[in-house]
Structures are given as structure tokens and as C-alpha cells.
């Protein structure tokens, strides 16, 4: 999971160094992503990952850092499952 969400920070993120060079807790504003990268970042991760982020997470402290994206996208796997 970590690999594809870093590969699609370099692919869509529009961040200022490679994805790859970043901690999982490192913040990706700080690194160049702006709001309106996350709706790209959003999108590819609803793609890859089959999964639909509802609105309770469309919020910047989702995609603050890479743990806090898997993270997100487990909660929302699990909640996929739940129902």
C-alpha cells in the first residue's frame, strides 16, 4: 500500500522532491501539495485502491502524510467490509 500511495504522490502529488525520499509522517504540504493536488491524489487512490472516500474525509488531515492516507484508505476498506 505505501509503495502505490508514494507512487501516486509522484505521479499526481506535484510535491518538490520524489515521494520516496519522504517519511510516512512527513507532512505533504510542506513537501508541495497543494488542495488542489488532492483531489487528483484522491481520485487515484479511489482507483487504485477500489474504494470511495466519503465526506467525512474529504479533510486536509486525511492527506497530511502518507500514514495518515493508509490509514484513511484501511478505515475505509474496513468500513467496505462492515457493511
Known amino acids: 500500500m ?4 508514494r507512487a501516486i504522490l509522484d505521479e ?6 520524489p515521494a520516496g525520499s519522504l517519511s510516512t509522517r512527513d507532512d ?5 501539495l ?3 493536488a488532492t483531489v487528483g491524489v484522491m481520485l487515484a487512490i479511489e ?3 477500489d474504494v470511495a ?4 474525509l474529504l479533510v486536509r488531515s486525511t492527506f ?4 495518515a492516507l493508509m490509514a484513511a484508505i484501511t478505515s475505509v476498506k474496513g468500513e ?4
Not at 64 to 67: L, R, W
Request: glycine share 10%.
Open 2 to 5: 505505501e509503495a502505490t500511495i
Open 12 to 17: 499526481v502529488g506535484g510535491l518538490v522532491r
Open 28 to 32: 505533504l504540504f510542506v513537501a508541495g
Open 34 to 36: 497543494t488542495s488542489f
Open 47 to 49: 482507483d487504485e485502491f
Open 53 to 56: 472516500f466519503p465526506d467525512s
Open 64 to 67: 497530511v502524510s502518507i500514514d
Open 80 to 83: 467496505a467490509h462492515a457493511a
